[in-house]
């Protein structure tokens, strides 16, 4: 008997979680087993056989700050992990990720959600995340210039080509986002979070010296 639940809630944007005034409310839970019952009256017992367990987060969010909506929340992320509950070699996995940066970090939400039941990432989902990083880390070195400042000549360059290569990928908004990074800081961390899409051909589209 194995089990493995996910659970991915942004601000207002949400499943199994609900929005109240300058919070969201995110719960879970799990039954395992037979849960018996009647109605009222019955005079019949009413029982649980087997597990039975639920969790709960209260996140803050900006709705009660000046012009906030509740687009954003402070970040959450929740592993619960069990193992033989019961014999029968059951095992509970669950993982709950809440705020925007929580859902689209790689580094922890992705290396988390990748986990089998087991708790293990395999083998080909570790592999293609340290490709990733491997080409975000080469993308931002060749952006760099000697002083540390951004070279924009060189990125707008590689921007233009993989545009020309991956049109859909580069849509304007994807372009102009991508140029808005004023430091190669900046750029990493919009690579890594919402521009890890464009990752892949930008990579291809840098110039020979710097691979």
Known sequence: MK??????????VLSGCKSTEGHVIATTATIIGVDLGQGQGTQAVTGTLGYKRAEFAYV???????NGSAANSADVLMELQYQNIF??????HQRLAVGRNAVSQK?????LFSKDE???VSAAVAESLGKEDASIKKITACFTSPNGAL??????AAIAVAKGTSPRIYSDSMEKALKVPTTPAALSSFLYEDGDVAVPTLFAALPSECV
């Open 3 to 12: 089990l493995s639940l996910f659970v991915i809630c942004v601000a207002l």
């Open 60 to 66: 803050p969010t900006d709705k009660g700050l000046s």
């Open 87 to 92: 014999s029968g070699n059951g095992a509970i």
């Open 107 to 111: 580094e922890a939400t992705q290396l």
């Open 118 to 120: 087991d708790g293990k």
């Open 151 to 156: 070279d924009t000549t060189k990125r707008d």
